[in-house]
């Protein structure tokens, strides 16, 4: 289906997230911190990249902003998932250019069918 770039600095997370998307047929590339998932995003033309906020280095809303703002870039959709759950956090989300945010943890078939919505 989608070819998607997973950056989330949890292992068990990333593992879980990966292996929904696979089972959903989406090819997945993982990185565990932003700088090395924007050069998956920007190496393998991703669909659609699935952004944790909490992240070594670089956060996740940077990361964020840093795509919306990159012509070769800005058409890709970023699905927030962190565990920053106050409004603020999605607002800000929002606003750097996220085009949904999704408080963890995520139920798989909600994540899935949204994910499938943004790709199709």
């Known amino acids: 289906m989608a070819r998607i770039v997973l950056i989330e600095d949890s292992p068990t997370d990333r593992a879980v997230f990966g292996q929904w998307l696979r089972k959903a047929?989406?090819?997945?590339?993982?990185?565990?911190?932003?700088?090395?998932?924007?050069?998956?995003?920007?190496?393998?033309?991703a669909q659609l990249v699935l952004m944790d906020v909490v992240l070594p280095g670089m956060s996740g809303f940077q990361?964020?902003?840093?795509?919306?703002?990159?012509?070769?870039?800005?058409h890709i959709p970023v699905v927030i998932v962190s565990t920053k759950a106050m409004e603020t956090d999605?607002?800000?989300?929002m606003r750097q250019g996220a085009a949904d945010y999704i408080v963890k943890p995520p139920r798989e078939d909600e994540l899935i069918a949204r994910i499938n919505e943004l790709v199709a």
């Open 25 to 45: 047929g989406h090819e997945v590339m993982e990185a565990d911190n932003a700088e090395d998932g924007l050069a998956l995003v920007r190496e393998h033309a």
């Open 63 to 74: 990361a964020t902003r840093a795509l919306a703002r990159d012509a070769t870039t800005r």
């Open 90 to 93: 999605k607002t800000w989300g």
